[in-house]
């Protein structure tokens, strides 16, 4: 069996974006709040009954997300056009780096318009 474990944490980013659709206000700097989730996935330890300490999670998301939240996007290493796409593949090689394959999805969601993708294997 596995389980699948998760967290959620919210970033403030502002970003342009070249589009055809609204293409001029979407051009301007503006700003969302996004929701990301992290999701591992794996057979919890027998002796520690856990998937990854939530713990551990908690401080790994925090070192990433603060090189998102108050971060003006387009300028962000590694992330190219900051789309929700381009942000889900963003998170998902910085988690895979420390927790490989147990990495199972990336979630990222703009509450305020209902987007959201999601990455998985
Ligand atoms: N496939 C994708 N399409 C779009 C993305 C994306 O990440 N992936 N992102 C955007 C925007 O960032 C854009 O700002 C959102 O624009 P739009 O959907 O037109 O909605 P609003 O401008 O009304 O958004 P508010 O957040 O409500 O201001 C567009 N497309
Ligand atoms: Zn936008």
């Given at each position: 069996?596995k ?29 969302h ?7 591992l996935s794996?057979?919890?330890d ?7 300490d939530?713990?551990h ?14 971060r ?16 889900c ?30 990455l998985?294997?």
């Open positions: 069996m389980y699948a474990l998760s967290q959620r944490f919210f970033f403030e980013a502002a970003h342009t974006l070249r589009r055809q659709v609204d293409a001029e206000p979407s051009r301007r700097i503006h700003g709040t996004y929701l990301a989730e992290v999701t794996a057979t919890p027998p002796e520690s009954g856990m998937v990854v939530l713990g999670l908690r401080r790994e998301i925090e070192t990433v997300r603060e090189r998102l939240d108050h003006f996007l387009d300028e962000v290493d590694g992330i190219g056009p900051a789309t929700l796409e381009n942000l593949t963003y998170l998902w090689r910085a988690f895979e780096a420390i927790y490989g394959t147990t990495l199972a999805a990336i979630e990222v969601r703009r509450e305020a318009s209902g987007d959201a993708c999601r998985t294997r």
